[in-house]
């Protein structure tokens, strides 16, 4: 379930206002570096780099921070649901 948040999450976010379903790779591979990221900076590098990568164009860090911040709450809140 909380995977599927985060996929859903990213695709809403559309950096790039192409549309959700434009998003493939992008959504599964933040989550991946959601799963190991130690904190939010970090974590919004690493989208910063997953989106430039597949589009040749930068997203502002502040704008990854604000969905980095939100994918951490979503993380933090999944892990206090298993306790």
Known sequence: MFQELVIEKLKQWDP???G???YETEPVDVLQELMSSANE???ANKIQFIY????DEDIPLEKCQMIASELIVLKEASSCERM
């Open 20 to 22: 959700e379903d434009f």
């Open 41 to 43: 900076k970090m974590l």
């Open 16 to 18: 790039f206002l192409l």
């Open 52 to 55: 430039a990568q597949s589009f």
